[in-house]
């Protein structure tokens, strides 16, 4: 009887990360075909404009905030795809000036290498036997620090005031580097401990870790290039 219930136990497990890695996987869809739409279909002086990107990071905070809502509900993966989406767009201002300033071949080192170290970290935390879950609170507080950072140097730009050199440029992107490693880490021993109830909420903290991780990894190759 117990072996029958642990077995239930662990092909339930197996059917809820299964859940959670598929809609990993469309989110994962949907923020490439943000991109595509961002560089081929979006005219490029929207997608550049301060205010539009602006106004589409604002609708994907909203949405990342509210996810434990919509998230369960019936249409879930339809909001999913659409946080995905948008998220996708946004980053293409970034993606252009990488493949400008590095060439092409910059993308796919930093695709290569966030891939390399998402997967790592996700096998560190789905097997070890260390308890992750008291991360929690430093994580959120580090990516709270970073925020109001960013806010800050960019409010001084739009007064015209330069604070941001290539050097804290590194600095700030290898930092983002560790933080969502350790995101990544973290929310897989979640998704594993089946602390996150929705399994399109623990596919969201998933694609935020992969593309910030992402993101944050091409702007330190970036930097270095530049240096």
């Known amino acids: ?80 795809i659409i946080f995905a989406g948008i998220f996708g767009i946004t980053l293409v201002p970034l993606l252009a000036y990488a493949t400008l300033s590095g060439g092409t071949l910059i993308l796919g080192k930093a695709l290569l290498a966030t891939v390399s170290m998402f997967a790592g970290m996700a096998i560190y ?15 959120i507080a580090s990516l709270i620090g970073m925020i109001v950072v960013s806010v800050i140097t960019f409010v ?27 995101f990544t880490a973290y929310d897989f021993q979640r998704i594993q401990k089946r602390a996150i ?11 935020l870790d992969f593309v910030l991780l992402f993101e944050y990894i091409l702007r330190f190759m970036g930097g270095m290039n530049r240096k």
């Open 125 to 139: 935390g789905i097997t070890t036997q260390r308890n992750l879950m008291g991360f929690g609170g430093v994580l």
């Open 1 to 80: 009887m117990l072996t029958l219930t642990k077995t239930s136990a662990t092909q339930e497990s197996s059917s809820y990360f299964g859940v959670v890695m598929g809609y990993f996987g469309l989110a994962l869809a949907a923020a490439t075909a943000g991109v595509f739409a961002g560089f081929y279909l979006l005219p490029s002086a929207l997608v550049t404009n301060q205010g539009f990107l602006l106004a589409m990071f604002a609708l994907t905070l909203i949405l990342v905030f509210t996810s434990r809502k919509w998230s369960v509900s019936r249409f879930g993966y339809l909001f999913l």
């Open 197 to 207: 109830a929705s399994p399109i909420e623990a596919a969201i903290a998933l694609f």
């Open 156 to 182: 001084l730009y739009l007064f015209g005031i330069q604070v941001w050199s290539n050097s804290m440029e590194i600095i700030f992107s290898g930092f983002g580097i560790l933080l969502f490693a350790g």
